[in-house]
């Protein structure tokens, strides 16, 4: 069992900066890849951006690329979603997610899910 919580979440202004932290616990944790994920209301859960289980690799979706950046710490048990130039599309809640496989981008293919961190960009 892997357990996830995110933090950090909040809500800030248009072009504000916010960092995520998505707190991994349980046994192999540092095995696993991890990706984050927004919903806004009345739309599908959309990729951001995820991680290796190594660091190695990070990849981030189109829409955030230059603006958002993802890292982990040297225990592989903090996953961090560094945010800038937020937008108001930017507003949703933001989930972080854990698969054994490598990064993926359907949310089906993650087996363990946080509880998720409200993210407001006002314009």
């Known amino acids: 069992q892997v357990q996830l919580v995110e933090s950090g979440g909040g809500l800030v202004q248009a072009g504000d900066s916010l960092r995520l932290s998505c707190s991994a616990s349980?046994?192999?944790?540092?095995?696993?890849?991890i990706g984050w994920f927004r919903q806004a209301p009345g739309m599908e859960r959309e990729f951001v951006g995820g991680?290796?289980?190594?660091?190695?690799?990070?990849y981030l979706a189109d829409s955030v690329k230059g603006r958002f950046t993802i890292s982990r710490d040297s225990a592989k048990t903090t996953v961090y979603l560094q945010m800038t130039s937020l937008k108001p599309d930017d507003t949703a809640v933001y989930y972080c997610?854990?698969?054994?496989?490598?990064?993926?981008?359907?949310?089906?293919?993650?087996?363990?899910w946080g509880q998720g961190a409200q993210v407001t960009v006002s314009s």
């Open positions: 349980g046994r192999t944790v540092s095995s696993y890849a």
């Open positions: 991680i290796t289980w190594s660091a190695s690799s990070t």
């Open positions: 997610a854990a698969t054994y496989r490598s990064v993926q981008l359907v949310s089906g293919l993650y087996e363990y």
